[in-house]
């Protein structure tokens, strides 16, 4: 599966955004798909992710609360809907998905075999 993520831009403090992950080559609903999010100088890191089969959802602490991920089986896609954003936000965010990843790797960068690019949220202050 191939992964396109879009929709990153930049934003003021307590605004929204929508990022969208499209795929194609197969059908995103046969995959778990997680996003994460790397900042300049840091390490990327899980911020949500939702499963193939129940559609149950995960967040980091940190966007909890703030931030929804979601799916559209008939576009074909994955979205996560930000909102609340703060200055600590800024970072490339990536989409990842995969076949078969277990419940404790859900948040791991390892357990993620396809990658898209990354868009650009940037939130001032």
């Known amino acids: 599966v191939q992964l396109q993520a879009c929709g990153g831009g930049l934003v003021q403090a307590g605004d929204s955004l929508r990022l969208s992950c499209a795929a194609s080559?197969?059908?995103?609903?046969?995959?778990?798909v997680g996003w994460f999010r790397q900042a300049p100088g840091k390490e990327r890191e899980f911020v949500a992710a939702?499963?193939?089969?129940?559609?149950?959802?995960y967040y980091a602490d940190s966007v909890k609360g703030r931030f929804t991920i979601s799916r559209d089986n008939a576009k074909n896609a994955v979205y996560l809907q930000m909102n609340s954003l703060r200055p600590e936000d800024t970072a490339d965010y990536y989409c990842?998905?995969?076949?078969?990843?277990?419940?404790?790797?859900?948040?791991?960068?390892?357990?993620?075999?396809?990658w898209g690019q990354g868009t650009l949220v940037t939130v001032s202050s």
């Open positions: 939702i499963r193939r089969s129940q559609g149950s959802t």
């Open positions: 990842a998905a995969d076949l078969q990843i277990i419940l404790s790797a859900i948040r791991d960068i390892r357990g993620y075999g396809y």
């Open positions: 080559g197969r059908p995103l609903s046969s995959y778990t």
